[in-house]
């Protein structure tokens, strides 16, 4: 915090952190981040966070909700994912709450995903075995955030 910025109130904070909830969800701990950096004080801004939480307007649970069907529809893996939540405080129950643990439900979204690259890149079945499309298949899942064991049964399947 700048030593030429004054200390925001509580009123203050409350009207910023709204403007931002009205953008998009926050986890708690990025709203804190952020009320802190535009010069709250640590009392003040835990002060406003609970008020928002009391309220409703601001709820850890709605934003790992909202976090995991976006990444989702991105087609991020479980590990993605998860660290995407962990980095913006949320507890590991909750992560697990929300997170989809049936291993199947992840094997068939990487299956899609494998398939979806192999037609991107032109890669026929008779390739998709070949050890240079083995490393392609395996490092764009890897990327995406899926397990190893996943990622091994999708290139052990049938190449379709």
């Not at 075995?129 to 052990?156: C, D, F, M």
Request: charged share 30%; with cysteine; hydrophobic share 35%.
């Amino acid at each position: 915090m700048s030593k030429n910025r004054p200390t925001l109130d509580t009123s203050q904070l409350k009207e910023i952190a709204l403007r931002l909830l009205a953008r998009r969800e926050h986890s708690t701990f990025e709203l804190r981040a952020k009320l802190l950096a535009r010069g709250g004080s640590f009392e003040s801004v835990s002060v406003t966070l609970d008020e928002l939480t009391t309220a409703g307007y601001l709820s850890d649970s709605r934003f790992t909700e909202v976090a995991v069907r976006a990444r989702l529809r991105t087609d991020d893996g479980p590990i993605k994912i998860r660290a995407y939540l962990s980095q913006r405080g949320i507890i590991e129950s909750l992560i697990k709450h929300c997170l989809p643990n049936d291993q199947e439900f992840w094997l068939e979204r990487a299956l899609k995903l494998d398939r979806l690259n192999c037609m991107k890149r032109s890669i026929s079945p008779q390739q998709a075995t070949t050890h240079e499309a083995w490393s392609i298949r395996s490092r764009l899942l890897k990327n995406r955030g899926y397990p190893a064991n996943i990622i091994r049964q999708v290139l052990e399947s049938e190449p379709n």
